[in-house]
Every structure is written in structure tokens, then in C-alpha cells.
Nanobody, 127 residues
Framework: QVQLVESGGGSVQPGGSLRLSCAAS????????LAWFRQAPGMEREGVAG???????AYAESVKGRFTISRNNAKKTLYLQMNSLKPEDTAMYYC?????????????????????WGQGTQVSVSS
């Protein structure tokens, strides 16, 4: 069983930055595929960024050039650096993990690809 705990959310003004973290309790963490998703009220959960165990990454078009996903396998932690935040980035952000299977950029942004989920951290962007 894998437990994922997100942190780092908060309220920022448009143009600001936040860094989200997701701490995992998992053996062989470096073999897991990981991702960030978000869900705004009344909306479906959408993939933001995914990262392969080897470090390959994928991003939603809406965040390319603004968000950066990374992982520190020694610390068993996933990160999401969010810059140039916009009001439309406001959502609950979740980290997700999967062990095994075939990773593709498209699948990495699909909620159904993942087995494990954190509880989420809220990000609010407003002036």
C-alpha cells in the first residue's frame, strides 16, 4: 500500500508562484510513475503533469512553460513548481502513483492510469 501526502498549497495573486510537494511511503519509490492532477468545483479531474520513473515528463497544454514536475527518489518526494499562476489554475491538486504497466505521455495524464491518490492540497489564485 502506498500513502501519498500533498503539501504546499495556498492562496496567491495572479503571476505568483507555489511549489507543491507530495511525500510518499513506498518501497521502490523510484520505480513508480507519478503525476499531478487537479480538480476545480463542478469540473472533472484533469491531468496536469506526469513523470516516468526514468524522468521523462508530460504536461497538459494549459500549463506548459509555467509548471515543472520533478521527483527526488532519495527523499521519496514528488514536486510541482508552479509559476505565472492564473485564476484558472485554482483547484484542489492531487498527486497520484502507479507501479508497473506501460507509460505513455497521454496515459500519464489520465486519472484511470493510477492506483494510488493523495488527499489533495488547495491552490487558490485571485487578486
Amino acid at each position: 500500500q502506498v500513502q501519498l501526502v500533498e503539501s504546499g498549497g495556498g492562496s496567491v495573486q495572479p503571476g505568483g508562484s507555489l511549489r507543491l510537494s507530495c511525500a510518499a511511503s513506498a518501497d521502490s519509490f523510484d520505480n513508480y510513475y507519478l503525476a499531478w492532477f487537479r480538480q476545480a468545483p463542478g469540473m472533472e479531474r484533469e491531468g496536469v503533469a506526469g513523470i516516468h520513473s526514468t524522468g521523462n515528463v508530460a504536461y497538459a497544454e494549459s500549463v506548459k512553460g509555467r509548471f515543472t514536475i520533478s521527483r527526488n527518489n532519495a527523499k521519496k518526494t514528488l514536486y510541482l513548481q508552479m509559476n505565472s499562476l492564473k485564476p484558472e489554475d485554482t483547484a484542489m491538486y492531487y498527486c497520484a502513483a502507479r507501479y508497473g504497466g506501460v507509460w505513455t505521455a497521454s496515459l500519464s495524464l489520465s486519472p484511470g492510469f493510477y492506483n494510488y491518490w493523495g488527499q489533495g492540497t488547495q491552490v487558490s489564485v485571485s487578486s
